[in-house]
């Protein structure tokens, strides 16, 4: 078991579905897994590996969705997806980015519709990251997803309110609570600050005032 946790970062045991038995998961078992149960794991050489998100995390994922939602209706360039928008990127590795943008050039032919798994790698993969990623993990899967043809990779610390913003698996830029996302060639001309980004996460939990007391 340690050899195998220390394969995918050093993440948590308690992340590592033992059934099916590791190393015979399939994506049909990936998809059964999440409508069981719903929890949202990746499908990592046979194994799933559960996304360890909390409700923070998820509510600043949404927010992001939104301010790139309202740019994708001046600039219809492809699809958003949320974080059980399964997508393929390497061989045997099928991912759920927190968020994830794909070119309708990229999506091609393949009907959203019809695809519970898009076979195709996001343009643009964002992960929110949480106290149960590892840096071992998350360096491993930034990897992976260059590899994949990913073109840009955000990577949001909820905690510190920081990002990285990266364009090569040893390129990246870091961002402070100041700092500005930029889509690059991806999506050009997105910027959003990271300070009206948690501004933003935090308003969405609000909720509404409460009624009057008579």
Not at 63 to 70: T, V
Not at 143 to 159: K, M, N, P, Q, T
Request: aromatic share 8%.
């Amino acid at each position: 078991m340690a050899d195998l946790l220390e394969y995918f970062g050093d993440v948590p045991s308690e992340r590592v579905r033992m059934v099916p038995t590791p190393g015979t998961a399939t994506e049909h078992d990936l998809l059964e897994t999440e409508a069981r149960t719903g929890r949202i794991c990746e499908l990592i050489d046979g194994v799933l590996v559960e996304k360890p998100m909390g409700w923070y995390e998820s509510v600043l994922a949404v927010a992001l969705g939104r301010f790139l939602g309202n740019y994708l209706e001046q600039n219809p360039r492809g699809l958003l997806s949320g974080e059980a928008g399964f997508l393929r990127t390497v061989s045997g590795r099928t991912r759920a980015p927190d968020v994830a943008f794909v070119t309708w050039e990229r999506i091609g032919s393949h009907s959203p519709r019809r695809q519970k798994i898009l076979p195709v790698p996001p343009d643009l993969a964002i992960e929110i990251v949480s106290e149960g990623n590892t840096p071992a993990e998350m360096d491993r899967k930034l990897r992976e997803y260059f590899a994949a043809g990913v073109r840009l990779v955000w990577y949001i610390d909820a905690s510190t309110r920081t990002a990285m913003s990266y364009t090569g698996p040893d390129q990246g830029e870091p961002l402070h609570e100041d700092g500005l996302l930029t889509g690059g060639d991806v999506l050009p001309g997105f910027e959003l600050s990271l300070r009206a980004l948690f501004a933003a996460a935090e308003d969405v939990g609000a909720g509404p005032d409460p009624p009057a007391q008579s």
